[in-house]
């Protein structure tokens, strides 16, 4: 939950800002550990809907994202103070958007907010994983080893995503061409050769008199056709950005056909290296299972590692807790037990991180190949029927005379 509050700092300057706790007490005590005496704290309202469509799309490249997390952690591995380091990418930075966001980061930075406080305000640019994974370094001490991690992590989703982007180009060009022909057809041509066809009392093909049917309603309803997608649209986003809209679509998302298990090895992988990052740094097992569940970025995964958590509190090994568990490979319990059996987890987490990385890298190529010729065959039958319906009613009408 988010908190708004009033505080005063111990020079008696007035502060105002929002922090995230589980309860008031909580919120409370994290203003009072910044040596800050609390005014007022109230729940936070819900940001209005037409704020998270916008956040929606007013996020950072990944590629910016990527550069400014790699020029972060060099800075802080030359032993550069927080601050400075985030003064120094302030004046580096060149897009407008992530320089209003390190320059707010900077204001609740020195207001007494942690870093991962700070980044969590801004999840537009921000992911719940990219937040997380910087709060657990903060609970380790090893934030410039996760910033680099990060910045790992997204060039190699920078480079994923230009393979699938320059995959599409061609089929959406030539998808975008054929639903502007069709709109051409159904409301242009057909309208004017229909009368004839009538006059000469020729049986329409079915294709052809479903194109007639929605040239018609495009022709008399487009307006109210185009705010109904609209709000359709906004009704979506809307929805999906929602508590209850994350976790149908992260449900969604990992019994989707093709990209099911993709999103579930790129899950795996991400469970697998923040788990070991946060042992190397100290923390006990169901500690770091705990704090992984929500560095991850899907519902279902966050439940199932806290049930393994908990599982594991009460004398549980974790190859036993995630054993027969939903989304989990059995390949992932017998490693991590070997890990167990052998005294090197961190090892075989590690393993267990790039053994997913490369499936996600080869799923997401293999995916590439096959997008093309699909949606060409796809779009090629679609021409053919659309030419069909028009061509065929024509030569019946040859045949008349």
């Known amino acids: 939950m988010k908190f708004t509050y009033k505080a005063r700092t111990k020079d008696g300057e007035l502060q105002v800002g929002s922090v995230e706790a589980a309860s008031r007490e909580a919120a409370v005590n994290i203003l009072l550990s910044h040596a800050l005496f609390v005014l007022s704290v109230e729940v936070e ?19 910016d994202l990527m550069i400014f997390t790699r020029q972060f952690a060099t ?17 580096q930075t060149t897009k407008p958007v992530l320089k209003q966001v390190i320059s707010e980061i900077i204001s609740d930075i020195e207001s007494g907010f942690s870093l991962s406080q700070a980044l969590g305000r801004h999840p537009g640019v921000f992911s719940e994983f990219y937040v997380n994974m910087v709060r657990s370094a903060e609970v380790t001490g090893r934030l410039g080893e996760v910033l680099d991690f990060l910045a790992d992590y997204l060039e190699k989703q920078s480079i994923l995503i230009g393979k699938v982007r320059n995959a599409l180009i061609y089929p959406a060009f030539v998808i975008g ?8 057809m159904v409301t242009m041509v057909l309208p004017q050769i229909t009368p004839i066809f009538a006059e000469a009392k020729i049986t329409l093909p079915f294709f052809t008199q479903v194109l007639i049917t929605v040239g ?22 809307d929805y999906i950005r929602s508590e209850e809209g994350k976790v149908v679509f992260d449900e969604l998302s990992l019994r989707l056909p093709l990209f099911g298990k993709l999103f579930q090895f790129l899950y795996l992988s991400r469970f697998a290296e923040s788990t070991r990052v946060l042992i190397q740094g100290g923390l006990t097992i169901p500690q770091s299972v705990e704090i992984s569940s929500r560095t991850i ?21 974790l190859s036993q807790a995630l054993k027969d568990v939903s989304y989990f490979p059995p390949l992932v319990s017998q490693l991590i037990a070997v890990g167990e059996s052998t005294g090197r987890l ?15 890298e080869d799923k997401v190529s293999n995916l590439v190949e096959l997008i093309q010729p699909i ?7 679609l021409v053919a029927m659309l030419f069909a319906s028009i061509l065929l009613p024509l030569y019946n009408l040859t045949q008349t005379f």
């Open 45 to 63: 309202k819900e940001d209005a809907w037409y704020r998270r469509i916008t956040d929606f799309f007013e996020r950072a490249k990944t590629a």
């Open 375 to 381: 949606l060409m065959v796809v779009i090629g039958g």
């Open 216 to 237: 018609g309603i495009v022709q008399n309803w487009w307006i109210a056709i185009l705010i109904a997608f609209v709000i359709g649209l906004i009704v979506l986003i």
């Open 346 to 360: 961190e090892t075989l987490l590690s393993k267990i991180s790039d053994y997913y990385r490369r499936q996600v």
């Open 297 to 317: 970025g899907n519902s279902v995964y966050r439940e199932i590692l806290h049930g393994a958590a908990q599982n594991v509190r009460k004398g549980e090994l």
């Open 75 to 91: 800075l802080l591995a030359s032993q550069v103070p927080l601050e400075n380091s985030l003064r120094n990418l302030y004046a």
């Open 177 to 184: 061409l054929f639903i502007i022909v069709a709109m051409v």
